[in-house]
């Protein structure tokens, strides 16, 4: 394993829609309700016009904060009930990313971190069929 006793981080924030196969993402440099308010501004421009997007959401700090979150319009969270990743499509996104694209490696610099987050996550949205078979549930999908 490689190993480095330098600490940097960059926080790679993404939602998919396994219906559309598509994805939006922000990389930041902290994890807190500002980035996510700019994670769900850029979830917002992804979103169909005239449609309406449910993101789920577990009960990390940063999705909630006590209402003051600014939500677009165009946006619902939906909150999960405490302890329980497994109805969260986004974990097994993240499980993937980490055990593909973004583990065991030592990076030398901020901006590397930036440019493997970004290629990590055009790795993911480049594939379809990939976005589908991580993110679709049975007991997700609504049928018109």
Known sequence: MARDNRH???YLF???CPGRAVGAAITMPSVNAEAMEE??????????PGTHAVLVCDGAGWHQTGGKLRVPSNITLLPLP????????MENVWEF???NKLCALVWDS??????ACKDAWAF??????RIRS?????????NP
């Open 110 to 115: 901020y901006e590397a971190i930036i440019d």
């Open 82 to 89: 405490p302890y329980s990743p497994e109805l969260n499509p």
């Open 14 to 16: 993404g939602a998919i």
């Open 124 to 129: 993911l949205i480049s594939d379809p069929d």
């Open 97 to 99: 990313l980490r055990a």
């Open 39 to 48: 994670h769900l501004a850029e979830i917002s421009t992804q979103v169909t």
């Open 134 to 142: 991580i993110g679709a549930r049975n007991w997700t999908c609504l």
């Open 8 to 10: 940097d981080f960059a």
